[in-house]
């Protein structure tokens, strides 16, 4: 079946730092790909999204490229801030319109000034 | 943009008391939505898929006379936690996705999450 696996935390880093975190996948056909951010007490919000391969999701700063021959989809920000601490799940649908999401166990992020 | 509305937000309730959260997709419609459950500190745990119209499908595990779920129409869908325990304590989280959303089109696959529901079963 279709999983997703992502870097475990929590990940600490001080402001303007680079972020990456990992996240892979395991999927039949073509999935579409994903990257939710839960702020706290909040619900989830979608941060960026690709639907195809070599597809880059892009918004907030934060990037993440769509890569098959590698089954990943890594997060990156070039400088984080402070309001980006958060979890951010990694997650994944199957194609079809009734196809719920498959998530990752989700990495929290903690930005100190 | 596409908005879910989940309500209540947060409820307290005494063991053995029944409680329903409501979804409510507020600008399109949705055949089907997503009853998620997460526990602290982890992932989202896919609980049932919400059709209108017809029973929900629930997932390995979840007991479905405790979850009852109702899709009265496009726009709304309905947990209720029957007989509620202090376990049942979590955080409950809808999703829906818009009816007709075809590949290419911006909404295509992208499912909108609800604020989610904090239930504390004393």
């Known amino acids: 079946g279709n999983s997703v696996t992502q870097m475990e935390g929590p990940v600490t880093l001080s402001e303007e730092a680079f972020l990456t975190i990992n996240c892979t996948y395991t999927?039949?056909?073509?999935?579409?790909l994903f990257w939710y951010v839960q702020y706290p007490g909040e619900g989830l919000q979608l941060l960026l999204k690709?639907?195809?391969?070599?597809d880059k999701g892009s918004n907030k700063g934060f990037e993440a490229t769509y890569r098959k021959e590698t089954t990943s989809f890594h997060l990156e920000k070039g400088s984080v801030q402070v309001s980006d601490s958060a979890v951010y799940f990694c997650?994944?649908?199957?194609?079809?319109?009734?196809?719920?999401?498959?998530f990752g166990k989700g990495t929290r992020l903690s930005v100190i000034a | 943009g596409a908005v879910v509305s989940q309500h209540p937000s947060w409820v307290i309730c005494k063991s053995g008391t029944s409680v329903k959260i409501e979804c409510r997709s507020l600008?399109?419609?949705?055949?089907?939505m997503f009853w998620y459950r997460q526990f602290p500190k982890q992932s989202l745990m896919l609980m049932a898929t919400s059709n209108e119209g017809s029973k929900a499908t629930y997932e390995q595990g979840v007991e479905k006379d405790k979850f009852l779920i109702n899709h009265a129409s496009l726009t709304l869908s309905t947990l209720t936690v029957t007989s509620a325990h202090p376990e049942d304590s979590s955080f409950y989280i809808c999703?829906?996705?818009?009816?007709?959303?075809?590949?290419?089109?911006?909404?295509?696959?992208?499912?909108?999450f609800g604020a989610g529901s904090r239930l504390t079963v004393l």
């Open positions: 997650a994944l649908s199957g194609g079809s319109g009734n196809t719920p999401l498959v």
């Open positions: 690709a639907t195809k391969a070599d």
């Open positions: 999703s829906a996705r818009e009816d007709g959303a075809r590949q290419g089109f911006p909404g295509a696959n992208v499912l909108t």
């Open positions: 999927a039949t056909g073509y999935p579409s």
């Open positions: 600008d399109f419609q949705a055949t089907t």
